[in-house]
C-alpha cells in the first residue's frame, strides 16, 4: 500500500545526458531533468511512491549508468515503480530495471521491453568526399588523435579500441540488469534477450 500522492517522471522518446536542441526536436527527455525530479519526488514527504513511465528507444550511454544507480539507491527511500508504455529498450531498459517493480504494458507490437546490447559505429565518408572532389588532410598530435576520423577507413587497431570500449560499457549494461533483477550476468546474457526485443510475455518468463 502507498499512502501519498504518486510522483510520475515521464520517459519519452530517446535520452541523452543533457538537453540539446537535437534532442528536443526528436521529442526526448535528458537524463539530468529526470535526475532532478527524481531528487525532488524522493524528498518530497507527500509523495508515497515514484512511477517513471517509458516510451523510449533509449539514446547515448552518457549518464545512464550514473541515473540507474540513483534508482536503485531510491528504492530505499520508497517504492520506486517502472512502466514500459508501451517501448523501453538499451538505455531506457537499463533505468527501468533498476526500479523497484518493472511492468509493461501487453501491447507494442514485436517488442516492448529489451534491446540489451551496445553499439558504435564509423562512417567512411572518403569515397563520397571524392566523387564531390573534396580532398581531406588531417593534421594532428597525438598517435590515435584522428582514429576514429570519418575520412577514411578504420584502421584494424582502431577496431580493436572501438570493440573494447563497447564490450566495457556492455559488460557494465550486463552488471547493472544482474543487480537489478537478482539474477546473475550470466544469466542476463543468455536469457534477457542478447540485443533483441522482447514482448511483455517474453520477459516476464
Keep these: 500500500a502507498v499512502k501519498g500522492k504518486v510522483g510520475v517522471i515521464p520517459i519519452f522518446g530517446p535520452v541523452a545526458q543533457r538537453l540539446t536542441g537535437e534532442l528536443e526536436k526528436a521529442g526526448g527527455t535528458p537524463l539530468d531533468f529526470v535526475s532532478a525530479a527524481l531528487d525532488s519526488l524522493l524528498g518530497n514527504a507527500s509523495v508515497g511512491a515514484v512511477v517513471l513511465r517509458f516510451d523510449s528507444p533509449g539514446g547515448s550511454i552518457d549518464g545512464v549508468q550514473e541515473l540507474a544507480d540513483k534508482i536503485h539507491e531510491g528504492r530505499n527511500t520508497k517504492p520506486i515503480y517502472a512502466i514500459a508504455d508501451s517501448f523501453a529498450a538499451s538505455a531506457a531498459l537499463w533505468l527501468a530495471s533498476a526500479a523497484s517493480i518493472f511492468v509493461s504494458t501487453p501491447g507494442g507490437g514485436s517488442g516492448t521491453v529489451g534491446s540489451h546490447g551496445v553499439y558504435t559505429m564509423h562512417v567512411d565518408e ?15 598530435a597525438g598517435k590515435y588523435k584522428t582514429e576514429f576520423s570519418p575520412y577514411g577507413p578504420m584502421c584494424d587497431e582502431a577496431k580493436m579500441e572501438a570493440q573494447q570500449r563497447v564490450d566495457g560499457i556492455f559488460e557494465n549494461f550486463t552488471a547493472a540488469l544482474a543487480r537489478n533483477r537478482g539474477k546473475s550476468p550470466s544469466y ?6 542478447q540485443g533483441r526485443m522482447l514482448t511483455a510475455e517474453q520477459a516476464l518468463s
Excluded: D, I, P, Y
Design 126 to 140: 572518403s569515397a563520397m568526399l571524392e566523387k564531390e572532389g573534396v580532398k581531406v588532410t588531417m593534421v594532428s
Design 188 to 193: 542476463v546474457r543468455e536469457n534477457f534477450g
